[in-house]
Each structure stands twice: as C-alpha cells, then as structure tokens.
C-alpha cells in the first residue's frame, strides 16, 4: 500500500480569533484621514479640519461592502429585508514623530492603533497651499518612514518588557516538565520577534513564523503585526489622469520595506464631490467616470480590500423574509459559522445544508440545484468557502 500523505498543517491567522474585526484609519496629521472616514462613512462623524490632532477621539461606522453576489442574490429572493456585510472603520488621531515615546497624541494614537486589527494608512500625494503639512512639505516616503518606525520602537518597547518579564519568570526553569518547556518556547519566540524587529528590521507580519509561534505573536497584540493596506491621497486632476510623480516612488517603497501590501490610489477631493451628487447625479457621474476610467469613485474598492485583509469572508442566509450576508474569518467550521447568527445554532448544531453561489447562479433556482445533486449536507468538520449559502439544522 502507498504510505498516507501527511497532512498538511492548517496555517494559524495572526490576529485577533473574531469575526468581528476592526479596521483603522491611520497617517500623519492633514493628510484627509477624517475626509476619507466622512466619506467612507458617509457620515460627518470625523473631524476635518487643517490643523493637527482635529481627530482627538476616535470616531466607529459601519462600512457596508459592496458584492455583486449580494445583489443577484436580492434580485432572485426578492426579500423583505436585505442585510449586507459591513466592515467596521475607525478614524484614528494623525501620528507625528517620537508618538512612541508619548509626543503629540502619542500614546493614546497608538492605543488605538492597538485596538483595531487591520490598518488603512492614507498617505497624502498632492500639493495644497490652503492644507498645511505637520512636517513642513508634502514628502509621503519620510510620512511612511515616520510611521513604519513608530509603529516598530512600540512594539520593540513592548517586547523586550514582555520578554523581561518572561526571563525574570524563568529563572528557575528545569528541563523536564511540559510547562517548563512550554515557557522557553515562548521566550524563543519573543526573542524571535525582537530579532525580527531589530535585527531583521521587518514588521512583525513579515517574519517566517510558525503556528505555534504565531499564537505567541498573537498573545503580544504588535502593532506590525497588523495588516497594512496602502492609500494614496492624490488631487483629482491626479488620480483622474492616473499620474502622480510620488506613486512610482511609494510603490518602490512598499515593495522594498514591505512587499505585498495592497496599494489603492484615490482622491478624497473626488470622493467629497462626488458625495454631495444625488442618485442621479452619481449615476451620470459613474458613466462618465466609466468612460474616463480613474474618474470613478474607489471607495467600494477600497472597503473590498480592507476586508479582504483581514483575511475575512462572507456566507449568505436566503429566503423571502431576508437576504443576508454573515461576516466570518476565512477558515471558520460550519458550527462557528452557524454561531454567527445565534450561539444555540452552534452549541446543538446538527448539520448544514449548503449550496456554492455559483451553482445557484448556474442551476437559477434551489430547486435545480437540488435536482443537480449540488445541495450538500455538512456536518462539523466542514470548512466554510466564501459564497456559501447555508441553511443551519440544530437540535431541540
């Protein structure tokens, strides 16, 4: 007999277990931080002002996402109620340099920073005389510089204390027990991560690790550890002509100190303008935008790859009462993902009755898709796949 292929290791995530993740707006001051947030948001929560620390505290809403399967889904069901996926969006106080050591807002900026688990870093590319600059000038690369590094003596302050802490701890550590070993192991890994830090003089997210070293990592809650998706704030005429002399310059940048980081060009001046267009106003602006290509809004974009970061994915639930899109990280079981929508369904979880959504949009109705042999029934071992439409058996 051929001996048994091993299986393979399922990667651990870094970050926080939840399905209920966070996403933070973060940058120097007067970048359009609070602009980006009130037009994310569609709101005027965030306060734009041109001068430093406008943003004090930090202000939540909820993003809907746009998805075309979401939409095929409200057509074919016709529901009463439509509920899509929502990314949670934070605007953040602007950093400036020696934030790590308390300048500025420093210490509240970065606890903050601490409490969301993906990071929107907006990065300001256009020359404004009637916006200031915290630092003097528009320059994006030394705006990046200031932040990667504040970011990292944080977390390098908050390793070597938890590693001192660990040492001091582990003084009388023997050789034999399991809790022993357990203990070095996590000092090796903490030391791993200051070595990663300083010596390596990468992020935290871009070490080699492990999965039990990632759940070490995760313990520490690093600032670097969280993942980072790059917003170029361009002027409109810029990012309608899709040129910039700083894009070529930052995209060099990432891919040197952080290489695979998503980076989005969009105009907040844009944004704005095209926020204050009613439905039909903005229906004209889109076809127009189609046709000049970069002239069109990048929010739906951006709030995509904000989710997508956080290594977030979506089932539906479909019927008439309700079409609605659950929010889940990629690698939940069908039980978990069945707790989504109340605990009892996890706790007496039966099984799932699950159909792809590109079998429905192929077969047209649920029906069909039955009759294709395509509606599977699932029971705990069973991952989710983004797309999924589920309806979730319980016990009594």
């Not at 990314?87 to 308390?102: E, P």
């Not at 390596?200 to 993942?227: C, F, H, M, Q, Y």
């Not at 990280?329 to 699950?354: L, Y």
């Amino acid at each position: 007999m051929p001996p048994k292929k091993a299986a393979q290791e399922k990667k651990v995530l870094l970050g926080r277990p939840s399905n209920n993740l966070k996403i933070g707006i973060v940058g120097v001051p007067n970048v359009g931080k609070s602009s980006f947030f009130n037009v994310l948001s569609d709101t005027d929560l965030g306060k734009a002002a041109n001068f430093p620390y406008a943003t004090i505290n930090p202000e939540e809403a909820r993003i809907p996402v746009p998805d075309a399967r979401f939409e095929w889904l409200c057509d074919l069901y016709k529901p009463a109620s439509r509920v899509p996926a929502f990314l949670t969006c934070i605007d953040i106080a602007g950093l400036t340099a020696g934030a790590s050591t308390g300048a500025g807002l420093g210490n509240a900026f970065l606890s903050h920073v601490r409490a969301v688990d993906g990071i929107f870093q907006v990065i300001r590319a256009f020359d404004d005389a009637e916006v200031i600059h915290v630092e003097g000038d528009v320059n994006p690369l030394r705006d990046m510089e200031i932040i990667q590094t504040e970011l990292r003596l944080k977390d390098i302050e908050w390793t070597e204390k938890h590693l001192d802490g660990l040492k001091r701890g582990g003084r009388a550590l023997g050789n034999n027990s399991l809790a022993d070993r357990a203990k070095k192991e996590e000092i090796a890994t903490v030391e791993k991560v200051l070595k990663t830090l300083t010596v390596e003089n990468k992020d935290a997210r871009k070490g080699d690790w492990t999965n039990k070293e990632i759940e070490v990592v995760n313990s520490l809650s690093l600032l670097t550890a969280k993942p980072v998706t790059y917003l170029v704030n361009l002027s409109e005429k810029d990012y309608t002509r899709k040129k910039n002399k700083w894009l070529p310059k930052i995209k060099a940048w990432i891919d040197t100190n952080n290489p695979g980081d998503p980076l989005i060009p969009f105009s907040v001046a844009l944004e704005e303008r095209l926020s204050h267009l009613d439905e039909e106003e903005k229906a004209e602006a889109q076809k127009e935008g189609a046709q000049k290509e970069g002239a069109q809004s990048a929010l739906g974009k951006i709030t995509q790859a904000g989710y997508a970061s956080l290594d977030l994915i979506r089932y539906f639930t479909c019927g008439p009462d309700e079409v609605r899109a659950w929010t889940i990280r990629r690698g939940t079981k069908a039980p978990q993902a069945a707790g989504v929508i109340h605990s009892d369904f996890e706790n007496k979880f039966v099984c799932g009755e699950i159909m792809s959504y590109d079998d429905l949009k192929e077969h047209g109705s649920e029906g069909a898709v039955k009759a294709a042999g395509k509606l599977r029934q699932q029971g705990k071992p069973y991952e989710m796949v983004d797309g999924d439409i589920a309806y979730w058996k319980a016990g009594a």
